[in-house]
């Protein structure tokens, strides 16, 4: 063994390592870096008595709270089950909008679970705001084919429109032109006639010989003044908000060809609660009646 070293310099001795004369003190651990060592040992021991730790063959040791990251999340999960079957089966038995919105915790619920809906079932076709396009309603404003009211909304997210449900909302815009019911000029005509509901220029020529086959032929659907019935899903015609386009082409192929939207139902692809959540969350989307 080696003689015990002291360093001239600091009076400290050394541990008799050296690296090209370079000696190394062996000055002791500095006191504050020992007490967080002994803290954090002690704390260990503890936390491996307390928490999970150590392995063995066939599972691992508890610990003594038997604490389980595992199982919290699922009593989490649980809860919240719970607390949405609740809130789910309220929503169910609500009748009108002012029902759920005097329960804002319910509101918001709706809306939620809604949205998410919405976003999975409905927005290929009305468009991820329901902002609707061509051949899709609008759900955002307040021009509505079969009603804006909650239950109106609801009744045709059960069942549809011409979605083969026996329930389904039917109403049929029949091919004027291709069944021979209409002449060509005929068409244009009142396709005119149609588009003056709701501002546009038309000749007054125009509008004399379609006022005739327009009472004949489209008041029983549409109105005389071209308002639409929400009862048998005609839409208005003179709101300057089309669904097929407003354009004098759109009209004339609209007359022609016959229009028949279909709205697929709901009832039986999601649960009562989740369509009535999806009817408060379209009835919020600005339009609701
Ligand atoms: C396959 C395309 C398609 C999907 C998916 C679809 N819709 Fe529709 N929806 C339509 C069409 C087309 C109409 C217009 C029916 C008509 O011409 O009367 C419509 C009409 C509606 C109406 C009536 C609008 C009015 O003015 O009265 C509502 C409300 C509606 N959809 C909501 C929804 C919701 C909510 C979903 C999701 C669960 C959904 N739609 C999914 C195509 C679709
Ligand atoms: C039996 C009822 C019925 C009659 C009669 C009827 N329509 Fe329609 N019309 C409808 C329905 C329903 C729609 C909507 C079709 C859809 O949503 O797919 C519609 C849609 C339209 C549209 C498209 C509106 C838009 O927003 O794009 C126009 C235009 C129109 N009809 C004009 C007429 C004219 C003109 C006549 C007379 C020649 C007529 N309709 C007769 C039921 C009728």
Not at 90 to 114: H, K, T
Not at 138 to 147: K, S
Request: proline share 4%; net charge negative.
């Amino acid at each position: 063994m080696a003689e015990r070293e002291i360093d001239e310099t600091s009076g400290v001795e050394t541990t008799g390592h050296a690296w090209d004369g370079i000696k190394e003190l062996n000055n002791p651990l500095p006191r504050w870096w020992l007490i967080i060592f002994w803290i954090c040992v002690v704390w260990s021991v503890i936390y491996w008595v307390l928490m999970p730790s150590w392995p063995g063959l066939t599972g691992h040791f508890a610990g003594v709270r038997g604490h389980s990251e595992r199982k919290n999340v699922a009593a989490a999960v649980a809860a919240l089950e719970a607390e949405r079957q609740e809130r789910m089966a309220r929503l169910l038995s609500v009748e009108s909008i002012d029902a759920v919105e005097q329960d804002p915790q319910l509101l918001e619920f709706a809306l939620n679970a809604g949205a998410s809906l919405f976003g999975d079932n409905c927005a290929t076709c009305h468009g991820a705001g329901g902002q609707g396009a061509k051949g899709y309603p609008a759900l955002v404003d307040d021009d509505w084919i079969w009603g804006g009211s909650l239950a109106d909304i609801r009744r045709t997210l059960q069942f549809g429109v011409r979605s083969g449900h026996p329930e389904a909302r039917l109403n049929v815009m029949q091919a004027y032109g291709d069944l021979g019911v209409l002449s060509g000029s005929e068409i244009g005509d009142l396709a005119e006639y149609v588009r003056s509901f709701s501002g546009n220029s038309a000749s007054p020529e125009a509008i004399s010989r379609a006022r005739p086959l327009y009472e004949t032929h489209c008041v029983s659907c549409h109105g005389a003044e071209g308002r639409g019935d929400q009862a048998l899903g005609a839409p208005n015609l003179s709101d300057a908000i089309w669904l097929y386009g407003g354009e004098r082409a759109d009209v004339a192929q609209t007359l022609r060809d016959g229009r028949g939207g279909v709205m697929p139902a709901w009832t039986g692809r999601m649960s009562e609660e989740q369509i009535t959540a999806l009817a408060v969350y379209v009835h919020s989307l600005g339009g609701g009646e």
